[in-house]
C-alpha cells in the first residue's frame, strides 16, 4: 500500500511548507513539510518546494514501510494514511510501543482508532494542531475501502 492523495493532503496540511529550518512543537530541528534534520543535515540557504518535495517523499515512503512491517491485521486505505500520518508526525518507534498498535493488530480497529485521538499533546500540554490532526487521521480511519491484502 501506498500513501493516498487524501492522506498526502492532511501530512502536507497538517505540516505545512517551510522552507528554512525552524523548531517543530516538540523542539526537534525541521525543515520542509516536517522534515526533522538529521545528524550533519544543514541548509543555511533554506531549500525550495521541490526540495522539500524530494525530502517528503523519501520520509513517507519510511513511514509507509513502518506501518507495512508493524501492522498484522488487514487495513483499509483511510487506517493506512491515518497510521501513515502519525508515524510520520511521531516517528516509528511511537507506533511500535503504543496501545494504538496492540489494538489493531488485535482486531479491535474501533478501539484503535479511539487511541488516535489520545495523541494530541506536546509535552504535558494538548496541543489544538495535534488535536486537529489527530481528529483529521481518525475521519481518515474511517473513510477508506477496505484493502484485500494485509499491511504485513
Same mark, same amino acid.
Given at each position: 500500500?501506498?500513501? *493516498?492523495? #487524501?492522506?498526502? +493532503?492532511?501530512?502536507?496540511r497538517?505540516?505545512?511548507? /517551510?522552507?528554512h529550518?525552524?523548531?517543530d512543537?516538540?523542539g526537534?530541528p525541521?525543515?520542509g ?14 531549500? +525550495?518546494?521541490?526540495? $522539500?518535495e524530494?525530502?517528503?517523499? /523519501? !520520509? @513517507? ?5 513502518? @506501518?507495512?512491517?508493524?501492522?498484522? @491485521? ?6 493506512? +494514511? =491515518?497510521? @501513515? +500520518? ?9 507506533? $511500535?510501543? *503504543?496501545?494504538?498498535?496492540? !489494538?489493531?493488530? =488485535?482486531? *479491535?480497529? !474501533?478501539?484503535?482508532?479511539?487511541q488516535?485521538?489520545?495523541? !494530541? ?6 496541543? #489544538? ?16 475501502a477496505? *484493502?484485500?491484502? =494485509?499491511?504485513?
Amino acid at each position: 500500500m501506498q500513501l *493516498s492523495a #487524501a492522506g498526502m +493532503d492532511l501530512l502536507k496540511r497538517s505540516e505545512g511548507f /517551510r522552507g528554512h529550518e525552524y523548531l517543530d512543537v516538540a523542539g526537534l530541528p525541521t525543515i520542509g513539510y516536517g522534515h526533522r534534520l538529521l545528524e550533519g543535515e544543514s541548509f543555511p540557504g533554506g531549500i +525550495d518546494e521541490t526540495q $522539500a518535495e524530494e525530502m517528503l517523499a /523519501r !520520509d @513517507v515512503r519510511a513511514a509507509e514501510l513502518a @506501518v507495512l512491517r508493524m501492522a498484522k @491485521v488487514l487495513l483499509t486505505q483511510g487506517q493506512f +494514511d =491515518a497510521l @501513515v +500520518d502519525f508515524v510520520f508526525n511521531l516517528g516509528a518507534g511511537r507506533l $511500535a510501543e *503504543s496501545t494504538l498498535l496492540r !489494538d489493531l493488530n =488485535a482486531g *479491535s480497529y !474501533d478501539a484503535a482508532a479511539e487511541q488516535l485521538l489520545r495523541w !494530541d499533546h506536546a509535552g504535558v500540554a494538548e496541543n #489544538a494542531g495535534l488535536k486537529a490532526r489527530r481528529q483529521a487521521e481518525f475521519e481518515l480511519w474511517h473513510g477508506g475501502a477496505r *484493502s484485500q491484502t =494485509a499491511a504485513a
